[in-house]
Nanobody, 121 residues
Framework: VQLVESGGGWVQPGGSLRLSCAAS????????MGWARQGPGKERETVAS???????YYEDSVMGRFFISRDSAKSTLTLQMNSLKLEDTAMYYC????????????????WGQGTQVTVSS
């Protein structure tokens, strides 16, 4: 499975960004897709994931601000990020797994190259 992210960039606090991910290759092996991030000096953490049955997970700090969606027919994944905070600054990665549920980075076995999100004034 190959994953390619797009949509990162710079935004002021309170602003919005939309990340996209396109999957290719053995997409039929994918059950759950998600977004993880890794800030400077921090461990990689899963911020949101969505399974093929529609189950969605959000990390507590992004609940109500980030929204994940998936178009299985087009093999695409998006993350709408609203009310961005300074602490949301990180490299954001698209990820996929054959598992039915994924809430930690180690659950995923396919990764994109990442797209940088910087929140600053």
């Amino acid at each position: 499975v190959q994953l390619v992210e797009s949509g990162g960039g710079w935004v002021q606090p309170g602003g919005s960004l939309r990340l996209s991910c396109a999957a290719s290759g053995n997409i039929f092996s994918i059950n759950t897709m998600g977004w993880a991030r890794q800030g400077p000096g921090k461990e990689r953490e899963t911020v949101a994931s969505i399974s093929s049955d529609g189950s969605i997970y959000y990390e507590d700090s992004v609940m109500g601000r980030f929204f994940i969606s998936r178009d299985s027919a087009k093999s695409t994944l998006t993350l709408q990020m609203n009310s961005l905070k300074l602490e949301d600054t990180a490299m954001y990665y698209c990820a996929a797994t054959e598992f039915a549920y994924a809430t930690v980075a180690s659950n995923f076995d396919s990764w994109g190259q990442g797209t940088q999100v910087t929140v600053s004034s």
